[in-house]
């Protein structure tokens, strides 16, 4: 049975916390030079220079590439025949993170509480996957995720019933709903498209309407995830969607209402 002290893992962490943050995977940096060589934009040819030198200053100067350094995701396969000494296990993993993060000047994005938003000022917790595995070694993997496509995504439970119809719905709408609410915040007047439309339908948005009084056009409050909102209001104009209800009359219609 080998033994490894948890001191151990914590000093690895930190440094593969460091590292993963100040230099970009070799096959990477092969790739965008490939992608230089067969640019013909020369917009994309400059963005793509800057990306390699950004490269080459987080590498020379050991700061990190991105200033959202995201949340640490580690990923361990533990052998079964390994014996963890000296402490907690996943205490190990938490501190080599802190002091990751700490030491390396990077950027600390992990709140206490979601609705609170207070910030631990370590970057922990990590999201930790463990898996099992056959022989007496220990395998760390530390992947930064910033949280960009978190901001922007949905999540939805589907009822058994939706089957693959309820998730091609969600899926070809989903990718619309985020410009939707940007378009209403800024009263613009936009377009959706869906994959049974002939053509793509317009809208109009109008942020802070109330919903006394005649309105010009019928419509729902919608807020993206199925609920009322007196945020602000969407208007679809002659839509007829097969999965949608006719939103408060006539022929305007919303998904999710």
Known sequence: ?????????????KK????????????????????LEVEESPIGKEIINQILENSYIARKEKVAMCQDTGFTVVFLELGQNVNIIG????????????????EGYLRKSIVSDPLERKNTGDNTPAVIHTKIVPGDKLKIIIAPKGGGSENMSEVKMMAPAQ????????????????????????GKTGFVKDSRLKKPQSFLCRFGEKTSGKNKLPGHWPDGIGRKS??????????????????CGGKSAVPFC
Not at 233 to 245: E, G, I, Q
Request: proline share 2%.
């Open 1 to 13: 049975m080998r033994e490894i002290n948890v001191q151990k893992i914590t000093e690895v962490i």
């Open 16 to 35: 593969l916390c460091m590292e993963t943050n100040y230099y970009l995977g070799d096959d990477v940096v092969e790739a965008l030079k490939k992608a």
């Open 87 to 102: 402490g907690n296990f996943y205490e190990a993993v938490n501190e080599g993170v802190r002091q990751g993060y700490r």
């Open 163 to 186: 089957g693959i119809q309820g998730v091609e719905d969600f899926v070809s709408w989903g990718g619309h709903w985020g410009n939707v609410r940007e378009m209403c915040k800024s």
């Open 230 to 247: 007196n945020r602000f209001r969407c208007f679809y104009r002659n839509v007829s969607l097969p999965y949608s209800k006719p939103a």
